[in-house]
């Protein structure tokens, strides 16, 4: 009889959880994922993790706009405490139903997964990493590297005149 108590608590207990993590997860939509998030480490498969930030004086930046706005830049902050903004992407992007699209690529269920409504994991190619979100990052700031993604791509006459004259 103690048996069977013992194991109707655990059900319980179980099922309570299951309640929770339920609960807590309907209240992540795919809406949180708007704003500025920076790296907070990555993991390629079989190597060790890279942590961003102070420590490592290197970390990437994404925005995800309202719109569907979407830029992408490496930040570095140079051994004289300068900081550096690495333009790489400029584009578009949506996030229905968990299912996550970047600048026209393949749609994925796990490229971008919201823990809660500051932190997302994702998942890309042989790449795992972890995001934070930037809720008091002002919008000049933002404005800024969203700017410089935007001015990324080089004119096709300048890239004409660098594969003739650098890479010929």
């Not at 890279?50 to 309202?66: C, D, E, R, V």
């Not at 706005?69 to 790489?88: D, F, N, R, W």
């Not at 700017?147 to 010929?168: E, G, H, L, N």
Request: charged share 25%.
């Amino acid at each position: 009889m103690k048996q069977i108590q013992q194991t109707i608590m655990t059900l319980a207990a179980l099922l309570m959880c299951a309640i929770q993590v339920n609960a807590q997860t309907a209240r992540v939509s795919d809406k949180d994922i708007i704003g500025a998030w920076t790296l907070e480490w990555a993991q390629y498969d079989g190597e060790k993790k890279i942590m961003g930030g102070k420590a490592t004086g290197y970390t990437q930046f994404k925005y995800y706009g309202p719109d569907g706005e979407y830029a992408a830049a490496g930040i570095v902050l140079s051994t004289e405490g300068k900081i550096v903004v690495m333009p790489q992407e400029y584009g578009t992007y949506s996030l229905k139903n968990g299912w996550y699209v970047e600048m026209g690529r393949p749609a994925l269920k796990d490229a971008v997964i919201l823990t809660d409504k500051t932190h997302y994991r994702g998942r890309w190619k042989n790449r795992t990493d972890s995001w934070v979100k930037h809720t008091t990052m002002p919008d000049k700031v933002i404005r800024y590297i969203v700017d410089r993604c935007k001015t990324k791509d080089t004119p096709a006459d300048v890239q004409q005149f660098i594969k003739q004259s650098m890479f010929k």
